[in-house]
């Protein structure tokens, strides 16, 4: 496959004219992230890989329906549809996510919820207040990858070159960092799972 230049708009298109190989190639562009998104929030392999294959049905009905107009922004709309699956299946289960996961637990998927209403607003925001004054606990190193990443949206590598230490370095520190700040919500009984 000779296209990873062509833009996901031009990918899209050209899907709806009849190149499958276009899809293939979409998909496959950004199949890890969503999958590992998944995962992230799920904590399950299998589950993941069925709400992956859910998610890429959707969209593929959605391209088909020529109901998609998210213009140049293909991934944060899977992402979104990837989410919304996820949220689905654990009101189905009656379960949500807990803060007992595993190492990679990210604190910060827990608390994305589509839609709430304005008590849920409220209290999601008194909860991104009160990770925001925990973050400022952390170690100046930990603290700084965790801000880089989680509000400024920068990939490990960008975080790795703009700190000068290595990706493994600063995957490290985005680990620690979010260990340490489950401790600190833990001794402080914050507790992320309410609503």
Do not use: C
Request: hydrophobic share 35%; aromatic share 8%; proline share 3%.
């Amino acid at each position: 496959m000779h296209s990873p230049e062509l833009s996901d708009r031009v990918l899209i298109s050209r899907y709806l004219k009849g190149s499958e190989e276009s899809l293939e190639i979409l998909i496959g562009r950004h199949k890890e992230r969503v999958y590992i998104y998944i995962v992230n929030l799920v904590k399950d392999h299998e589950l993941a890989e069925d709400i992956f294959q859910d998610t890429f049905v959707k969209v593929i009905k959605t391209l088909k329906r020529g109901s998609y107009n998210e213009e140049g922004k293909f991934l944060p709309w899977v992402m979104r549809i990837a989410h919304n699956l996820v949220v689905d299946t654990f009101r189905r289960a009656k379960r949500m996510p807990t803060t007992s996961g595993s190492q990679d637990f990210d604190i910060f998927d827990t608390i994305k919820q589509e839609d709430p209403n304005v008590e849920e607003r409220m209290m999601v925001n008194q909860i991104h207040g009160d990770i925001k004054k925990l973050i400022e606990l952390l170690p100046d190193e930990q603290k700084k990858v965790l801000k880089m990443r989680h509000y400024q949206g920068m990939s490990f590598k960008d975080i790795a070159e703009d700190t000068n230490v290595s990706i493994n370095t600063a995957l490290g520190r985005m680990r620690y960092a979010l260990i340490n700040l489950r401790k600190l919500m833990k001794e402080r009984h914050l507790n992320l799972t309410r609503y």
